[in-house]
């Protein structure tokens, strides 16, 4: 599974410090309008915040839904813009409206993964314990 995450979050990762610059470059244009710039910098408040849906400490899990939520973010302003003023900021940034589009299903996707993963996980680890309840049962009526 970790090869399958690292495959689709690698483009993702070293997309970031594009993602960034465009970020930047969209809070600071005054073509935009004051919704257009809150709504980036909303996601990007939600980046740094502490208080998210998905926690922090949540390994991985937790890091997506940030970055996901930031790009929806961006991806958002960008549409509401004239296409020839979020094509100069994508193109700026050497990104793509299809980059975009793409991070977020790779990030969507890496989701699910974890998802299923770890309920696999989780039920397994139900599993163990029934068995261990059951065996300490069986322990204490042979005792009794």
Do not use: C, N
Request: hydrophobic share 45%; proline share 5%; net charge positive.
């Amino acid at each position: 599974m970790r090869t399958a995450l690292y495959l689709l979050l690698s483009p993702v990762i070293r997309r970031l410090p594009a993602y960034s610059k465009l970020a930047w470059r969209l809070i600071r244009d005054r073509r935009l309008t004051h919704g257009q710039r809150a709504l980036v910098l909303g996601g990007v408040v939600y980046l740094v915040s502490p208080i998210d849906l998905i926690p922090g400490f949540i390994p991985l899990l937790g890091q997506m839904d940030d970055i996901a939520v930031t790009l929806w973010a961006i991806r958002a302003a960008l549409r509401r813009l004239p296409p020839e003023i979020a094509q100069e900021h994508l193109g700026a940034t050497g990104l793509t409206s299809e980059d975009l589009d793409g991070d977020l299903s790779r990030l969507s996707r890496s989701g699910r993964l974890l998802a299923v993963g770890g309920a696999r996980l989780g039920w397994r680890g139900l599993v163990g314990v029934g068995r261990m309840v059951g065996r300490l049962g069986e322990r204490l009526r042979s005792r009794g």
